[in-house]
């Protein structure tokens, strides 16, 4: 019976998912690429159709980067907290289905719609703009949706405020590890202790460009995120939603 629920669920979860999230992610990377792309093609008039010497593939590639995190953050925001905050989960689990499964498969379906509206940006893109991997856009965002979401899942079943805090969190330890990371001393040593997204720029330009990246910095970014998707999963069997 609870697979069967589940799986009823789901269905539910990916159309809220299409209507709420995917249409956001569709317009922002549209109009992402287009204020990219735009200009140039403006001022190479003429010149714009058929010139090998415009790096169309690296905007591309580099309009992709920022919008997978952008489309990440968007499919995790309020994952949990939102029903918290809004009683929903009072109608989710009238009937015996397991908070901890159903937000795993919540996390597993919006991974879906991400892969799919990133699929379909970059066909897009890659017919209007430039021809480009819709593979390597896909290996990129599932490693970022592992590593950035186990995170926010975390925080979604922890706090209230879970992409503010995630955002926070992202970006404070890019510019900590900057700051710190080299040190030899004790915040050189805490530093350590942060998300490694300064994997990241390295992970993308190798994804991005030819598919392949080092094992070993997609083990710690994927490792990392998958250990904080398990603590959220603690938190969900330990904590009650109507705290």
Do not use: C
Request: glycine fraction near 10%; charge should be positive.
């Amino acid at each position: 019976m609870t697979k069967g629920r589940l799986g009823r669920y789901a269905l539910w979860q990916f159309r809220d998912f299409a209507t709420d999230r995917a249409i956001a992610i569709l317009i922002i990377g549209t109009l992402m690429g287009y204020l990219a792309v735009e200009p140039i093609r403006r001022l190479m008039g003429p010149g714009w159709a058929g010139n090998p010497q415009l790096p169309l593939a690296r905007i591309v590639a580099s309009v992709a980067s920022s919008l997978t995190t952008l489309a990440v953050l968007i499919a995790l925001n309020g994952m949990i907290s939102q029903d918290r905050k809004r009683g929903y989960y009072r109608f989710l689990f009238a009937k015996p289905v397991s908070p901890l499964l159903y937000y795993a498969q919540l996390f597993l379906v919006h991974l879906a719609g991400v892969l799919a509206a990133m699929a379909v940006l970059t066909g897009v893109f890659s017919f209007f703009v430039a021809p480009f991997s819709v593979k390597n856009i896909l290996m990129y965002t599932l490693v970022v949706y592992f590593a950035m979401g186990g995170i926010g899942f975390f925080i979604s079943a922890a706090t209230r405020f879970d992409w503010v805090t995630l955002a926070a969190v992202w970006v404070g330890s890019r510019v900590l590890r900057g700051l710190f990371g080299d040190e030899q001393g004790i915040r050189g040593q805490l530093v350590k202790l942060l998300p490694p997204v300064h994997k990241v720029d390295d992970v993308a330009a190798s994804l991005l460009s030819d598919g392949t990246a080092p094992m070993g910095d997609l083990a710690w970014l994927v490792g990392y995120g998958a250990l904080f998707f398990v603590l959220g999963l603690v938190v969900l069997r330990q904590r009650s939603l109507a705290s």
